[in-house]
């Protein structure tokens, strides 16, 4: 229950910051994410792994680092943590004025996946690979991915990498409903493809 517990905490101020940050139009707004992300990480992670991310949970369960009975959990942990911090954030905040935003399917589809398959790459490479065990960077190392990828197509799908995230922004009325859909598949895939490439770049114990 504890890492549950753990998973739900950091996903909620991920959600919660991606939320203030988008309908406050901060200026800072991929900094203060990837931040709040890798301080998250660097507190929760020796307890749960600081998965915060239903793609990074398929990713590291794929990799053999993550117990399958752990899986189901933690997405709903991640899931609803995403559905409270959208219930705190309008609560505050309302929903936008300026109407949920629209993406074209296609490019949303295509940096989506990438951007989740190198966060999912990064969180491979950094908190599961034997090379780089009891690192002190990985929360870094992570948070700065989430920071480039919101910085750099941001405004072409929004920059969820993450379904917990998509879930979120879309209950605060940020996105359209069928945006949620593109994150889904988009997300899952980059995650499960990023496990993919780790294990055709690694032997089995690395």
Known sequence: MKKYI???IGTFFLVLTVGFCVLGGA????????????????????VSGGH????????????????TKDVVPYWIAQLAA??????????????PTFGPSHYAVGTSLVVEFL??????????????AKGTAGNSFYGLAIGFTVMVGAASVGKLSGGAFNPAVGLGVTLMGLTKLSQLAIY??????????????FKATHEAGE
């Open 115 to 128: 951007y989740t398959f190198a966060l999912a790459w990064v969180v491979l490479n950094t908190a599961t």
């Open 27 to 46: 200026d800072l707004a991929p900094i203060a994410i990837g931040s709040v992300l890798m301080v998250m990480i660097f507190a929760g992670g020796h």
């Open 52 to 67: 915060f991310n239903p793609a990074v949970t398929l990713a590291v369960w794929m990799r053999g680092k993550c117990d």
């Open 82 to 95: 995403g559905v409270m911090a959208a219930l705190v954030v309008t609560a505050v905040k309302g929903h």
């Open 184 to 197: 889904l598949v988009a997300e899952l895939a980059g995650g499960a493809v990023a496990a993919l490439a």
């Open 6 to 8: 753990v998973e739900f």
